[in-house]
């Protein structure tokens, strides 16, 4: 296939293209390289510099013909979502609505977005399934869940396909540690920790330990960013135009920020002092997925089960990139 891939040049979206081209899909990758980097995109995908704010950008990147767009290019910060919500309403809405009428224009049917478990905001169960209700109580998570509307009424409307999935926490690198997490400020667990490790942070700071929760820190489901790459690829090789899905991607399984935080210390061999602080506006207490639909939908499995050996394909990338790609 031939495929537009928005926000190629960040985390989860390069290791979609690094798994995209190893199918032998033809890739483009359309990144503004706001946080992205260009080195983190695989030859021979092409790269091209452009912003989804740009309609004439997005007209000429798709002018080529493509069967498929991945939509991964948005603002993913929970906490900063709280402080500027503008900026991910404009980030995240505004820009795929341009999106979304240059594919139409282009006469492509066929997307996968990037959405997120932050559109259940507290979930009234645990595990997370698909039929829960959605009631985001960050503003990142709200504007995802907008776009998950909009692909629902382009679906009915003009036809397009679509397939929303909503990543739990995304973490792990490539196992050669060719390509791996590099965001600059770094706001996320697994890398900060690492940091610590590297020496290049005193600590880390839990953002609180009075949560309802076995240890008192947030839980969360860590999934291994090539398992959402295969994913990814599944998805897009079986959309149907005209339909809109949503599937919750993740391993099925919870751990505490307390427990990351050790499984990183017995990795690492380094003692990762913590520092317990106050809560982190907009966190929900814990969230994991169910992956029965994903899992039947797909015929998939996570292949990355165990915490240690993730956050072991991290540290490989950490050390052997210490300024991430400005090493
Ligand atoms: N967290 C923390 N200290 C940090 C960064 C994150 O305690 O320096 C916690 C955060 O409150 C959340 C979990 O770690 O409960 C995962 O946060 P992250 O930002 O990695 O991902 P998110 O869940 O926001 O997508």
Redesign the pocket.
């Known amino acids: 296939m031939r495929i537009l891939v928005t926000g190629g040049a960040g985390y989860v979206g390069s290791h979609c293209v690094r798994r995209l081209v190893a199918d032998g899909h033809a890739v483009t990758v359309f990144d503004n390289l706001e946080y992205g980097h260009q080195q983190a995109v695989t030859p021979p995908a092409e790269f091209v510099v452009g912003d989804l704010s740009d309609p004439d950008a997005l007209a000429r990147a798709l002018a080529p013909g493509f069967d498929a767009v991945m939509h991964f290019a948005g603002y993913t910060n929970?906490g900063e979502s709280v402080a500027e919500p503008l900026k991910y309403y404009r980030g995240n809405v505004t820009n795929t609505t341009n999106l979304l009428d240059a594919i139409r224009t282009a006469g492509v049917r066929r997307l996968v977005f990037s959405s997120t478990c932050?559109v259940f905001g507290v979930p009234e169960r645990l595990p997370i399934s698909e039929d829960l209700p959605k009631a985001p109580i960050n503003p990142y998570g709200a504007t995802k869940l907008v776009v998950e509307w909009m692909l629902r009424d382009s679906a009915a409307s003009w036809g397009l396909g679509s397939m929303a999935l909503r990543y739990f926490?995304a973490c792990g690198a490539a196992e050669d540690a060719s390509i791996g997490e590099d965001h600059t400020p770094e706001?996320?667990?697994?890398p900060?920790v690492l940091q610590v490790a590297l020496g290049q942070r005193p600590h880390?700071?839990?953002?609180?330990n009075d949560y309802p929760t076995p240890d008192g820190?947030?839980v969360?489901d860590y999934i291994h960013v090539d398992d959402l790459a295969e994913v990814h690829l599944r998805a897009v090789t079986s959309i149907e135009p005209g339909t809109a899905d949503a599937l919750n991607v993740g391993t099925g399984r919870g751990y505490s920020?307390l427990e990351v935080i050790q499984a990183a210390r017995d990795v690492t061999g380094h003692s990762i002092p913590v520092v317990i602080g106050p809560r982190?506006p907009g966190?929900p207490p814990s969230l994991y997925a169910d992956p029965t639909r994903v899992r039947q939908r797909f015929n998939w499995r996570h292949q990355h089960d165990d915490l240690r050996g993730v956050i072991a394909s991290a540290w490989r990338w950490h050390q052997s990139h210490p300024r991430g790609y400005r090493s």
């Not at 706001?187 to 697994?190: G, S, Y």
């Open positions: 929970v932050a926490n706001t996320h667990l697994i900060i880390v700071q839990v953002f609180g820190s947030c969360r920020v982190r966190d």
